[in-house]
């Protein structure tokens, strides 16, 4: 279209959006294709050897899992070789691989989990183990946090949404913990959590008369996950809070007078009346603390480094690990991209439940 | 039907439980605070009872001067001063021009730009981290010293990869479309050049934005942790999270872990408590996008 | 002080043509009102002089010099906006002198003009005021004054009063006429009252769907319309239309007559018609004089309502065909609905018009 250069305004346009425009692409975009690109190749930080393109060879290695049936240990008679206290005894993966034509795929991987299946012995088994690990972490985490912590988010909310006086001093308390660096919140409830002298053991000690035993929460691997959501919990449930009542705030009060009116319970009310005001922010809610719970990192480098036995690994912790720690920038990428994806994938379902709403 | 006492007794109820759930939210905070204030051997027997609440037994400052023997913390936190503020100043700049542009000029190739930069906005920065790394592991810099090679350890490497930014662009441009157009108009007509209508009328009428965004880049600069421990290793320009690694080893007094933790949370807590509205306000604002 | 000159000015926002082609020429010191019904394009053409809109087709002069592509500063003109457009965080006083600010004029002469500006505008009491400590029409001297402050050639008005009330837009009206006296400049002035622009047009140019329909001073366009649609555009209430048949027809007049109207020959000046053609004779609400013998009238129907306003009476009649008439009479008087009334008019200020189209130019 000829426009006239009255009203374009081609160079100053350019001028004034490009040095955003330069910063995020960048910082931003060039590192999210690199991303791509790198998680294809065998880079590493500092390397005398040249990068070498390996195509998908990095998520081959990375994301290789199966399923394998190991039968049990025979002797010559062909009865099933059992040990002292009569445990099944099978063959070690790792040497089926190399004599066995047919485990020969299996070569360098380990097993993750197993379990018995009538007498065979049924085995995951990956290359990567640690990688598997944090993923399973990482949406233990998701799945965990983001229900309880929405919905503690909402009764926190509608708790501060009531018409009573000072509640705005009740409001700010609540969200003290957000504008709290994540990093002096893990420090600090390393503390709390400490298995010898932490304020917990102490606490739980005193109102129990010491009914309750100490537990090192973070020193041990079925709780130290746990333990780590409840504090992710804590800290940033009054972020959501504010969300889900500035939520609740654009629900009109005549629709509470109505459902007074018709003689509704206070539940009645909030079923029929709030929750149905709600999906968007409920949407969103939900959307906003899986991304952040992600990200999941701070907390267990602070807390825990990944530990005890790789107990609370996460994608992000892994990532920086290999990137940054063993200098493995194209392990660190595949991560990245996997995690991206995650990501994609969610935020294409909040597309496709918002748009929902609008037909 | 309702009669007073019950009344009264209601509202007894839901303070009692607005309370409960206060203490679950201060008293972490309180005790991080108090703890600061004691001694090791104090302080430890103390988390047995509500002491360790209260600013109770043998009250000093020893555990900050103790802190301060341990790491560089004045260091620190000048980094972390020097860091936020300028990345803050930056973004609030850079980021309103672009916006201003997006919103009140015509330009060919705005709407393409605009919908890039806005795609940026799912991408979460953990998934760029290890990349970026590398990048800035490589990128040239005009220093004092001539042309060096990589941006390790220095404080633009923590400044100018956050100086602009999908979020703070939206914000701008989302308050900007709400302006009205009348004031553009008027000020062209009166003689007024792009970059003075931007100085002398949308500035000066974007007080509300600029705190969201400032704010919001606050925190998030100021409690930057992951990409500061990637790319700074020497003390001189590490910024207080990153700092917090002196604290780490196992041995640490307690006491003067929390002492280093509230010396660098109690001024933004203080800062939330006197704008805590705007704070509010600011987070609540970055629910909208999407 | 500027001559203006639109030839052919078109404007197309993507594939829609919202300006058809104008010519007009405006005379220094002129004031011309720009009227029509909403959307027709009168806010497009004047911010297209303005400099805020670009010109598709045409050329647009000002003072004989092309300005098509000339920025808004640079054209002499200043506007004023219905939404008053004054900066909020600045002073009454800054809002004033912004464009001499912006120029760099020096200190003392950016007061003087200002000062002057607030004399002539009576605000000097306001000009450290806060946009917000001001009513309405403050506000929108405030604009006015930010125009005069700069001394432009051309003034551009868009709907500058449509925001006030009934009172206070009189007052602004007049202010603004007397103004114009005062200045002498050449003002362009876009509204959709016809109060406006009947009081303060030199000439009034009436806009329908972005193509000019009629140019003329206030009573020219009352008296003479050179459509159907200038006819029921200009003047309140609007001009009646009553079906009728063309029986007989001279060089410049015709034989009308309808069930209702009685024959009646009368003057052909817009459109020529010819003997047995379905037309519309225009009659003024306000030409209409009721008679009290019914065979004396020309023009028969049934009172159907009517509202004493004081100053004049307007009555609703249902003629024999059933189409609706308004008359307006002057003084008050007392009427029956549901009575039988005639009607006698003066045929010369009668406009007959041919019932085909709508009435308008159109391209
Ligand atoms: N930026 C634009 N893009 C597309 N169409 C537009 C634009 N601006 C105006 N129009 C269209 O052009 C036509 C004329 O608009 P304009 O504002 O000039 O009307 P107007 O005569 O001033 O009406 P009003 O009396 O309601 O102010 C309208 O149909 C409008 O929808
Ligand atoms: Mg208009």
Same mark, same amino acid.
């Given at each position: 279209?000829?426009?006239?250069?009255?009203?374009?305004?081609?160079?100053?346009?350019?001028?004034?959006?490009?040095?955003? !425009?330069?910063?995020?692409?960048?910082?931003?975009?060039?590192? !999210?294709?690199?991303?791509?690109?790198?998680?294809?190749?065998?880079?590493?930080?500092?390397?005398?050897?040249?990068?070498?393109?390996?195509?998908? &060879?990095?998520?081959?290695?990375?994301?290789?899992?199966?399923?394998?049936?190991?039968?049990?240990?025979?002797?010559?008679?062909?009865?099933?070789?059992?040990?002292?206290?009569?445990?099944?005894?099978?063959?070690?993966?790792?040497?089926?691989?190399?004599?066995?034509?047919?485990?020969?795929?299996?070569?360098?991987?380990? &097993?993750?989990?197993?379990?018995?299946?009538? &007498?065979?012995?049924?085995?995951?088994?990956?290359?990567?183990?640690?990688?598997?690990?944090?993923?399973?972490?990482?949406?233990?985490?998701?799945?965990?946090?983001?229900?309880?912590?929405?919905?503690?988010?909402?009764?926190?909310?509608?708790?501060?949404?009531?018409?009573?006086?000072?509640?705005?001093?009740?409001?700010?308390?609540?969200?003290?913990?957000?504008?709290?660096?994540?990093?002096?919140?893990?420090?600090?409830?390393?503390?709390?959590?400490?298995?010898?002298?932490?304020?917990?053991?102490?606490?739980?000690?005193?109102?129990?008369?010491?009914?309750?035993?100490?537990?090192?929460?973070?020193?041990?691997?079925?709780?130290?996950?746990?333990?780590?959501?409840?504090?992710?919990?804590?800290?940033?449930?009054?972020?959501?809070?504010?969300?889900?009542?500035?939520?609740?705030?654009?629900?009109?009060?005549?629709?509470? &007078?109505?459902?007074?009116?018709?003689?509704?319970?206070?539940?009645?009310? !909030?079923?029929?009346?709030?929750?149905?005001?709600?999906?968007?922010?409920?949407?969103?809610?939900?959307?906003?603390?899986?991304?952040?719970?992600?990200?999941? !990192?701070?907390?267990?480098?602070?807390?825990?480094?990944?530990?005890?036995?790789?107990?609370?690994?996460?994608?992000?912790?892994?990532?920086?690990?290999?990137?940054?720690?063993?200098?493995?920038?194209?392990?660190?990428?595949?991560?990245?991209?996997?995690?991206?994806?995650?990501?994609?994938?969610?935020?294409?379902?909040?597309?496709?439940?918002?748009?929902?709403?609008?037909? | 039907?309702?009669?007073?006492?019950?009344?009264?007794?209601?509202?007894?109820?839901?303070?009692?439980?607005?309370?409960?759930?206060?203490?679950?939210?201060?008293?972490?905070?309180?005790?991080?605070?108090? *703890?600061?204030?004691?001694?090791?051997?104090?302080?430890?027997?103390?988390?047995?009872?509500?002491?360790?609440?209260?600013?109770?037994?043998?009250? *000093?400052?020893?555990?900050?001067?103790?802190?301060?023997?341990?790491?560089?913390?004045?260091?620190?936190?000048?980094?972390?001063?020097?860091?936020?503020?300028?990345?803050?100043?930056?973004?609030?700049?850079?980021?309103?021009?672009?916006?201003?542009?997006?919103?009140?000029?015509?330009?060919?190739?705005?709407?393409?730009?605009? *919908?890039?930069?806005?795609?940026?906005?799912?991408?979460?920065?953990?998934?760029?981290?290890?990349?970026?790394?590398?990048?800035?592991?490589?990128?040239?810099?005009?220093?004092?010293?001539?042309?060096?090679?990589?941006?390790?350890?220095?404080?633009?490497?923590?400044?100018?990869?956050?100086?602009?930014?999908?979020?703070?662009?939206?914000?701008?441009?989302?308050?900007?479309?709400?302006?009205?157009?009348?004031?553009?108009?008027?000020?062209?007509?009166?003689?007024?050049?792009?970059?003075?209508?931007?100085?002398?009328?949308?500035?000066?009428?974007?007080?509300?934005?600029?705190?969201?965004?400032?704010?919001?880049?606050?925190?998030?600069?100021?409690?930057?942790?992951?990409?500061?421990?990637?790319?700074?290793?020497?003390?001189?320009?590490?910024?207080?999270?990153?700092?917090?690694?002196?604290?780490?080893?196992?041995?640490?007094?307690?006491?003067?872990?929390?002492?280093?933790? *509230?010396?660098?949370?109690?001024?933004?807590?203080?800062?939330?408590?006197?704008?805590?509205?705007?704070?509010?306000?600011?987070?609540?604002?970055?629910?909208?996008?999407? | 002080?500027?001559?203006?000159?639109?030839?052919?000015?078109?404007?197309?926002?993507?594939? /829609?043509?919202? $300006?058809?082609?104008?010519?007009?020429?405006?005379?220094?010191?002129?004031?011309?009102?720009?009227?029509?019904?909403?959307?027709?394009?009168?806010?497009? @053409?004047?911010?297209?002089?303005?400099?805020?809109?670009?010109?598709?087709?045409?050329?647009?002069? $000002?003072?004989?010099?092309?300005?098509?592509?000339?920025?808004?500063?640079?054209?002499? /003109?200043?506007?004023?906006?219905?939404?008053?457009?004054?900066?909020?965080?600045?002073?009454?006083?800054?809002?004033?002198?912004?464009?001499?600010?912006?120029?760099?004029?020096?200190?003392?002469?950016?007061?003087?003009?200002?000062?002057?500006?607030?004399? $002539?505008?009576?605000?000097?009491? =306001?000009?450290?005021?806060?946009?917000?400590?001001?009513?309405?029409?403050?506000?929108?001297?405030?604009?006015?004054?930010?125009?005069?402050?700069?001394?432009?050639?051309?003034?551009?008005?868009?709907?500058?009063?449509?925001?006030?009330?009934?009172?206070?837009?009189?007052?602004?009206?007049?202010?603004?006429?007397? =103004?114009?006296?005062?200045?002498?400049?050449?003002?362009?002035?876009?509204?959709?009252?016809?109060?406006?622009?009947?009081?303060?047009?030199?000439?009034?140019?009436?806009?329908?769907?972005?193509?000019?329909?009629?140019?003329?001073?206030?009573?020219? =366009?009352?008296?003479?319309?050179?459509?159907?649609?200038?006819?029921?555009?200009?003047?309140?209430?609007?001009?009646?239309? @009553?079906?009728?048949?063309?029986?007989?027809?001279?060089?410049?007049?015709?034989?009308?007559?309808?069930?209702?109207?009685?024959?009646?020959?009368?003057?052909?000046?817009?459109?020529?018609?010819?003997?047995?053609?379905?037309?519309?004779?225009?009659?003024?609400?306000?030409? =209409?004089?009721?008679?009290?013998?019914?065979?004396?009238?020309?023009?028969?129907?049934?009172?159907?309502?009517?509202?004493?306003?004081?100053?004049?009476?307007?009555?609703?009649?249902?003629?024999?065909?059933?189409?609706?008439?308004?008359?307006? $009479?002057?003084?008050?008087?007392?009427?029956?609905?549901?009575?039988?009334?005639?009607?006698?008019?003066?045929?010369?200020?009668?406009? @007959?018009?041919?019932?085909?189209?709508?009435?308008?130019?159109?391209?």
């Amino acid at each position: 279209m000829a426009d006239s250069k009255l009203t374009r305004s081609n160079r100053t346009g350019w001028l004034m959006s490009l040095p955003g !425009f330069t910063l995020v692409a960048l910082f931003i975009i060039v590192p !999210f294709f690199f991303a791509f690109g790198l998680s294809m190749t065998n880079q590493r930080l500092v390397s005398p050897n040249p990068t070498k393109y390996v195509g998908l &060879e990095n998520y081959r290695q990375m994301l290789d899992i199966a399923l394998v049936t190991l039968q049990p240990e025979r002797d010559a008679s062909g009865t099933v070789i059992r040990d002292d206290e009569g445990t099944i005894q099978y063959p070690r993966l790792r040497r089926l691989s190399r004599s066995d034509p047919a485990f020969e795929r299996y070569k360098g991987m380990r &097993e993750w989990f197993g379990w018995q299946s009538g &007498e065979s012995h049924k085995a995951v088994v990956v290359r990567d183990p640690l990688f598997w690990i944090a993923l399973r972490n990482t949406l233990l985490f998701v799945l965990v946090v983001a229900p309880v912590q929405g919905g503690i988010a909402l009764g926190l909310a509608l708790l501060v949404n009531q018409k009573l006086r000072g509640i705005n001093a009740f409001r700010t308390i609540y969200f003290m913990p957000v504008v709290v660096s994540i990093v002096v919140v893990s420090l600090l409830w390393r503390f709390i959590y400490d298995g010898n002298d932490g304020l917990l053991n102490n606490l739980l000690d005193t109102l129990s008369f010491g009914a309750i035993p100490g537990v090192d929460w973070l020193g041990n691997p079925s709780t130290a996950l746990g333990a780590i959501m409840a504090m992710s919990i804590w800290q940033a449930v009054g972020f959501h809070m504010v969300i889900w009542l500035s939520g609740l705030q654009t629900i009109s009060p005549t629709l509470y &007078e109505a459902a007074d009116i018709e003689g509704a319970s206070k539940w009645q009310a !909030f079923r029929y009346v709030t929750w149905p005001g709600l999906r968007n922010t409920a949407v969103l809610v939900i959307i906003v603390i899986t991304m952040q719970a992600f990200a999941l !990192f701070a907390q267990i480098d602070v807390m825990t480094n990944g530990g005890p036995l790789d107990s609370t690994q996460s994608l992000v912790f892994q990532a920086v690990e290999r990137g940054y720690g063993k200098q493995d920038i194209s392990g660190g990428s595949v991560i990245s991209v996997v995690l991206f994806v995650l990501v994609l994938a969610i935020s294409l379902v909040q597309r496709w439940l918002t748009r929902d709403r609008q037909n | 039907m309702i009669s007073h006492d019950n009344h009264g007794l209601r509202l007894a109820v839901r303070y009692a439980v607005l309370v409960l759930v206060a203490i679950i939210f201060v008293f972490p905070l309180l005790f991080m605070v108090m *703890s600061s204030l004691k001694p090791d051997h104090q302080l430890l027997v103390d988390t047995g009872s509500l002491r360790a609440f209260l600013p109770v037994g043998d009250i *000093s400052f020893d555990n900050y001067a103790a802190a301060f023997q341990r790491a560089p913390i004045s260091t620190f936190v000048i980094n972390s001063v020097i860091v936020t503020g300028v990345t803050v100043m930056l973004s609030l700049a850079i980021c309103s021009l672009s916006a201003f542009s997006f919103v009140f000029l015509r330009w060919s190739g705005r709407n393409l730009l605009l *919908s890039i930069l806005l795609a940026t906005l799912i991408v979460p920065f953990e998934t760029i981290a290890i990349p970026l790394l590398l990048l800035v592991s490589k990128l040239p810099w005009l220093g004092l010293d001539g042309l060096e090679q990589g941006w390790l350890n220095s404080y633009h490497v923590q400044i100018l990869p956050f100086a602009a930014d999908a979020l703070t662009i939206f914000l701008f441009v989302q308050y900007f479309k709400d302006l009205p157009s009348e004031l553009v108009e008027a000020a062209r007509v009166e003689g007024a050049s792009w970059f003075q209508i931007y100085l002398k009328i949308i500035m000066p009428l974007a007080g509300p934005v600029v705190a969201t965004a400032a704010i919001l880049r606050f925190l998030f600069m100021y409690n930057q942790y992951l990409w500061p421990l990637m790319v700074v290793q020497s003390d001189e320009y590490r910024p207080v999270m990153v700092g917090l690694q002196y604290f780490f080893q196992l041995d640490t007094p307690w006491g003067e872990v929390m002492a280093y933790l *509230s010396l660098i949370t109690i001024p933004v807590l203080g800062f939330y408590l006197m704008l805590q509205r705007a704070f509010i306000a600011s987070i609540a604002s970055t629910g909208v996008k999407g | 002080m500027a001559t203006l000159s639109m030839s052919g000015l078109t404007k197309r926002f993507g594939d /829609i043509e919202v $300006i058809r082609g104008v010519d007009i020429d405006i005379a220094d010191g002129e004031f011309v009102v720009f009227v029509g019904p909403s959307g027709c394009g009168k806010s497009t @053409l004047l911010r297209m002089i303005a400099g805020l809109e670009d010109i598709s087709g045409g050329e647009l002069r $000002i003072d004989d010099h092309l300005v098509n592509d000339m920025q808004p500063r640079d054209r002499g /003109i200043a506007m004023v906006f219905q939404t008053y457009a004054i900066f909020p965080h600045m002073s009454v006083r800054e809002n004033l002198g912004f464009g001499l600010t912006i120029a760099k004029v020096p200190k003392a002469e950016k007061e003087q003009r200002v000062m002057q500006a607030a004399r $002539i505008l009576q605000m000097e009491h =306001l000009l450290d005021r806060r946009p917000s400590q001001l009513s309405g029409g403050q506000r929108q001297r405030v604009a006015i004054g930010r125009a005069i402050v700069r001394e432009p050639s051309v003034f551009l008005f868009d709907e500058p009063l449509s925001n006030l009330d009934a009172a206070l837009r009189m007052d602004m009206r007049m202010e603004i006429g007397k =103004l114009h006296e005062q200045l002498g400049a050449t003002m362009i002035y876009v509204t959709h009252d016809q109060v406006e622009a009947m009081t303060l047009a030199d000439r009034i140019v009436v806009i329908k769907d972005g193509i000019v329909q009629q140019v003329g001073a206030p009573m020219e =366009l009352y008296h003479q319309p050179a459509n159907r649609f200038v006819a029921g555009f200009i003047g309140s209430p609007s001009m009646n239309f @009553l079906p009728v048949e063309v029986q007989s027809v001279d060089h410049d007049s015709a034989l009308v007559a309808s069930t209702s109207l009685d024959a009646v020959r009368v003057p052909m000046r817009v459109e020529p018609l010819k003997s047995g053609d379905q037309a519309l004779l225009g009659l003024r609400p306000q030409y =209409l004089v009721p008679t009290n013998e019914q065979d004396a009238g020309q023009l028969h129907g049934t009172l159907s309502l009517v509202e004493r306003l004081g100053s004049e009476t307007v009555v609703d009649v249902n003629t024999r065909e059933n189409t609706r008439l308004v008359a307006a $009479i002057a003084d008050d008087r007392t009427f029956e609905t549901g009575t039988e009334i005639a009607f006698t008019f003066d045929p010369n200020r009668a406009h @007959l018009f041919s019932a085909a189209g709508d009435g308008a130019l159109n391209k």
